[in-house]
């Protein structure tokens, strides 16, 4: 049971609370207030109302988005079209309006489409009170150790055909993933070169799938690539059975929804 | 509602049809809508009460277990609980939904105390000041459990051995008329049929549970009010029937209550069930003060009485030309827990065999299993949709085996005016047959000229309208030791006030009676009142003496009998 | 456990109620405050009954904290229309947009935030709009002509 709340005005008061223990950090509010509503959450409630959590700067390498920025101010940005794609497939306007950049990178499967893609893309993370960036990927591989992510900051790829993302859902125009595959295939002339492929749902958490990146590395992304890309769609993964598909099934479908990922990439 | 959504094909049956008609076909507005679209219509939980107090079950985690014991002096302490209910504070804590129409026995508790059945199971209410603190103190009871072995599907619950989910119904069956473990339906002689057929065709289908899924959660609250009376506003599809066994649980004549219903977020059938008005008002007696009880999402999926699991077997007789001369239905309804509607559900749906179809010879065993799944209960046709869709997967598969355009296969087979059902009734106002046509025509399936010009109304009757020459019966699956004259009553009319299910000695199962040989009846002409002609029992089934009344509660009812609902199209 | 008094604007006046430590806005709207128009559905993001405007943005009540609304604007159905029905409350009515009524408060306050965002909003835009909310009666068809509708015949209040 909640027995208190508390806000702070800056992301660094906000994080020595939290390093207390027996607290909850409380963001958009999508994940938590479930839990919250639920009783499943610490007694101790944590937020801040620090304005620098709300912001986007984009310079013409990158875009710096703030842990708070929502879906919906995602999709009011012009200097965030990469991640528009991605961010109107996260749940229905309510949702959009609330949930942040932040909460995704924590959300347990099935959530976390937006994670995904910034895992592809090699966002790195600033964390409060610390002074250099973390990637993304070191985040993810240890994220139930506590810590307040202040700022993501997303490298712009170059081009139209540097970066997808495919969101499988059963439920149309709304529903959980139940697998999410995002690209990200930089070329050097003709030739990929620092590809990243990232997919949730094929993981508890969002991952890279090595060996689709060592068969697309250095390659040109043409009819043999790719299925050589597709026959190692699945290895090396243990995909998750739940309510939404089984472990058979994700490794059975991935590599026909990484194709047609590649196959649109592909195209001129 | 748009009209274009509707096409009207007035052209079918028109000289039978009063087309003067004043408001089918008119946009009409319904009474109801301003309150739903200004937010005011008033569904149960909008209605304030000064110092409400909320109500939350502690649950069972298993599917099975024996309760050693529940201690709740952990939950009492927690800040903010008012107070904790267990099964001794309910006046009569053993009811089977169908009680009120004399329908099956006592077999489930409000709040378990010996023993759970099904994950989730209640066990305990906690009442508190705010919902987080009666979910906290929710979590604070603590029941020592042993867990059982469970059984999660029909065909393995009636297997000998299985775990037994209630003592009385030790086969995991629910006895029907007091005499099958089974409801039967004989109509001629399948297996002879069958033997004559040119393709025996066979098929398994099973649906599985279905979750109403309202909107709006089921829920009641209750508040003392001064005139010596409960108010209750609640959720409930079924206002009397929960006022009645709210009546029959609390043991407070219904003159006590007064139910205020009619406002409902979704139904579906979810919510006939009745659970949370007893525990309620049994909150607002005990305190004092206004309760409120409802499911939270969570509950509403996992608690919830679904449509529940069904299983059929099905296998037809088909000669080359089409015709299915037999069909042999084996079918599983899933009770999960407890009865609430299933008994009633396969009644339903063995008057709707073997589907809009003229077939001379049917028979189905249809079984009502128990096992320690969620109970299940009414939704939208239960009893029906799960059997039809067999039915129809059945055609489609039939159809293909002796080489016919599926609807061209229906509109053989199909109903026709002056037939005669395996229920022994007349077929009137059929249908079938023009649908059909009507779907072969926006679906762009070409149709033979004789399927274009049959007629519901004609090829009917006469040879058709006969019972067949003779009609194979047999004992199996008779039991004994229940009464007859109810439904499946056993030797006392409920459970002892404040005890679980004790039942007197356990019936005789005859689970080998199906060695016994089948007998033939002859035929009778069909009665136009359309009473099915009665075979003489094997063996008089023991009449229970006259049941004494239990201490109090609703007086004993005299069994009713379901009428039949018939087709209205032609006056 | 202290609660926290919180002053806001619902539907154009200034209220003030007290929150409990965690509570949601769905609950401190309905029993703070008095509003029953938002209602409880799943209490996990999944249905929109609860949805109302937060600064003109749609959000769902039950995952909104009470205290975040401090200061802030609220609107829900029960400031929609005023002597005479809201185009959308009177377009509903017309389509037979609400069976149970139960997800309709939602649903127009879904409607709400699209048309005044987008007054002429395509047919995708509208499914899109209300992809958040869950109705379980009518099909959704309904909804979507009578929110078209609404938008065709232009009037704003």
Redesign the interface.
Known sequence: MITAVETYRSAEEAARALGGGGAIYLAGGTLVMAEVNANRTPPRLVRTVDPGLRQIVASSETIRLGAGVTMAQILASRDCAVLHDVARQIGGPQVRSMATVGGNLFARHPYGDLAVALLALGARVALAGQTSLRSLADLLRDRERPALVTQIEVPRPRGDRAFGFVKIARIHPRGASLLSIAAFLPREGSRMRGVRIAYGGMADRPIQAAAVERALEGAVLDEGTIARAVAVAAQGLEPPTDSLASAWYRREVVGVHLRRLLERLSRP | MSDSMIEFRKDLFADERDDRLTVIGKPVRRQDILGHVTGRSPFFDDHLFEGLLHLRCARSPHHHARIRRIDVTEAERSPGVVRVLTGRDVPCNLNTLLSLLDFGIDDEPVLSGERVRYMGEPVAAVIAESEAAAREGAAKVRVDYEPLPHVLDVEEAIKPGAPVVLDIYPGNRFICHGKYDHQKLRFGDVEAALRTADYVVEGRYQMSPIEQAPIETCGAIAAPETNDRYVCYTSTQALFFSLATTSKVLRLPSSRLHFIGGTVGGGFGGKVDSIHEPLAILGAMLTGRPVKYAWDREEEMQVGGPRGAERWYITDGVMRDGRIVARKFVGYFDSGAYTRLTSYAIMKAVGHLPGPYTIPNVYADVYCVFTNRTPATAMRGFGITGVDFAIEAHMDKVAEVVGMNPIEFRILNSYRDGDMKAHRRIAKNCALIECCQVVAEKAGVALSPEAKRASSRQGGGGERAQLPPRTALDEKGRVEGFAAHGYARKGHRRGAPDTPVRPSPEPAFARTSSALPARDIASKPPSTAGAPPQPAPARAAPSQPPLPSPPSGPAPRAPIRFSSISGLRRR | ?PK?PITFVLNGAERAAFA???Q?LL?FL??GV?D??????????????C?VL?DG????A????A??VEGRRVD???G??GPA?HP??EA?????A????????GM?M?AK??LDRNPRPTREEV???????????TGY??II?AILSAAASGARP
């Open positions: 456990m926290k409990d430590p965690g949601n609950d309905r029993r008095g029953l128009t938002p209602k409880y559905g799943c209490g996990q993001g999944g249905c929109g009954a949805t937060l943005e749609p959000v769902l039950c995952l909104t904290l205290e975040a829900t159905v029960a929609l229309g029905p959308l409350q509903f009515m017309a389509h037979f609400a069976q149970c009524g139960y997800c309709t408060p127009l879904s935030a699209l499914i899109e709009a209300i992809s958040g909310n869950l109705c379980r009666c068809e309904p002509a």
